[in-house]
């Protein structure tokens, strides 16, 4: 199976990393995916509190690499993806996976 969600390889992965982390996103504050907006704030809007950032942030450990997010730095949903998938691939040049 081969899904193509970007202009180039690239962009697809990024694509399935924003689609995994809102499937996690989604399970710990116990929401539908079509209730998911990346303006939404972490805490006003979800309230996630210590133990739901707790929650989150294993969770992203363990999909991502043991990646660790510094929620002191992110309050909305779009500051996690780029925490997230943005910080995932910083060091290539978006040629990286270009044929």
């Given at each position: 199976m081969?899904?193509?969600?970007?202009n180039n390889?690239?962009?697809s992965v990024k694509a399935l990393m924003a689609m995994?982390?809102?499937?996690?996103?989604?399970?710990?504050?116990?929401?539908?995916l079509d209730e998911l907006d990346n303006?939404?704030?972490l805490t006003r809007d979800?309230?996630?509190?210590?133990?739901?950032?707790?929650?989150?942030?294993t969770m992203i450990a363990e999909y991502f690499d043991n990646?660790?997010?510094?929620?002191?730095?992110?309050?909305t949903?779009?500051?996690?993806f780029q925490s997230v998938v943005e910080v995932e691939f910083e060091e290539l040049p978006e040629t990286a996976f270009e044929m």
């Open positions: 081969c899904i193509k969600a970007g390889e690239l962009g995994s982390l809102n499937a996690l996103i989604a399970e710990v504050f116990e929401l539908d303006y939404l704030s979800l309230g996630m509190d210590e133990s739901k950032q707790q929650e989150l942030n990646l660790h997010i510094d929620f002191s730095q992110v309050d949903l779009e500051q996690l």
